[in-house]
């Protein structure tokens, strides 16, 4: 079994930055997906990006990129999200999830297996 626990949310005006990250634990595979995904009220989860780790290699959304960036810390066993250049459409709350696949160009919500339990981030115009 996988646990995932985000932390960094927060508000922030338009135009700022924030970072969130998720401590990794438990029996996961030696490489693996990372995701970050987010969902409004109202509104579908949305994957925002995906990491292989290991490998480091990334895959975003086009609503987030040149805005956001997805990294891992090996040694913490953490993935990070770095946001910049945050949007009011950026609220929402935020959610990391583990994939235990080789392929990890996704961003399909079903297709990972284990999920955290969220973090808010809130932009003001």
């Known amino acids: 079994q996988v646990r995932l626990v985000e932390s960094g949310g927060g508000s922030v005006q338009a135009g700022g930055s924030l970072r969130l990250s998720c401590a990794v634990s438990?029996?996961?595979?030696?490489?693996?997906?990372m995701g970050w995904f987010r969902q409004a009220p109202g509104k579908e989860r949305e994957g925002v990006a995906t990491?292989?780790?290991?490998?480091?290699?990334?895959y975003y959304a086009d609503s987030v990129k040149g805005r956001f960036t997805i990294s891992q810390d090996n040694a913490k066993n953490t993935v990070s999200l770095q946001m910049n250049s945050l949007r009011p459409e950026d609220t929402a709350m935020y959610y990391c999830?583990?994939?235990?696949?080789?392929?990890?160009?996704?961003?399909?919500?079903?297709?990972?297996?284990?999920w955290g339990q969220g973090t808010q981030v809130t932009v003001s115009s």
């Open positions: 438990g029996n996961t595979y030696s490489s693996y997906c």
């Open positions: 990491i292989r780790t290991g490998i480091g290699s990334t």
């Open positions: 999830a583990y994939r235990g696949a080789y392929y990890c160009d996704i961003l399909t919500p079903l297709s990972y297996d284990s």
